[in-house]
């Protein structure tokens, strides 16, 4: 590995100093992950004439993230990523109030995310850094005190893995993602309905209108929905299907076939750079989002974001799962270790 390197990245709208880490392997690829936000800012891949290709969507600086917190580009989102219905919990039979931040439910976490807020540096090398925050009892309007840690570490094999650490000091809900937008072709190439998805799920949850799972776990089986062989992203997209119509396209939590084991569960690839994504978790779901209600964004390098300009894939225990029963809980006891470990790898 290249020693590790820190830049200024800016001030933040309360006059605090963000920081950027770039971790480098022998093999030419770049990461480079911000305090502000605990955020993945850059990943630079080299394509198949060796050239870096920045495949993740961003901002230039700190101040770019803040104003663009809605998009979540990069970023750690928490306590609980994904939406909740009707923006209220029920642990040990007491009701918690969330903010109502997308229609009357409440979408990764309310307005005061985790990703607009400046997180200590707790550990840091030539191959990794992590980030810690403690969230206070009632932050966001959950229950318990929690100390989190997110460690990025990049690998010689062109893999960047995410870690989640977190101990809570009551019963809470905890459901950490990474957000990033991922394009093989380049952040500023256009849009990626070319580039080809596999993901290893054999039903989603079916959803609302509003995003909201029905509870139904639906079979990708003759749907557009099934990417068991591999396929274009655009495909199928603009199919007069339920799921597509609701979500303006992919925007949809898939069952992944894992059994909560680490292991692969997608890919994205381009023929036009050569470049694969591989990703692994140990999470029972993952959000396919196609940047579907993205407008006009203006990102880092003078780059203009538009809808479908990148892919998201974001694990997570299924949506609104505190709410339905037949779903792997969130829910985090009292003492317990949230541990959770997504890794990106890069072929």
Known sequence: MKPLQKKDFGMTSKGAQATLYILENEAGMQISVSDFGATLTSVLVPDKDNNPVEVTLGYDDAAGYEAGLGNAFGAS?????????GAVIEINGTEYHLTKNDGENNLHSGLDFYHGRLWKVADADDTHVTFEMDSPDGDQGYPGAVHIEVTYTLTEDNAVKIAYHAVPDADTLINMTNHSYFNMDGHASGDVLDQQVWIDADAFTRADAESIPTGEITPVEGTPMDFRTKKAIGKEIETDYEALNFGKGYDHNWVLNNKGEFAKVAEMSSEESGI?????????????????FIVDAKGKGGAHYHKRQAACFETQFFPDAIHKENFAGPVCKK???????TMYKFI
């Open 77 to 85: 989102v928490g306590r609980n990523a994904n939406r909740i219905a």
């Open 335 to 341: 003492g317990e270790t949230y541990e959770t470990t």
């Open 276 to 292: 694969t994504m591989e990703v692994y978790t140990d999470l029972p779901g993952m959000q396919l989002y196609t940047g579907n």
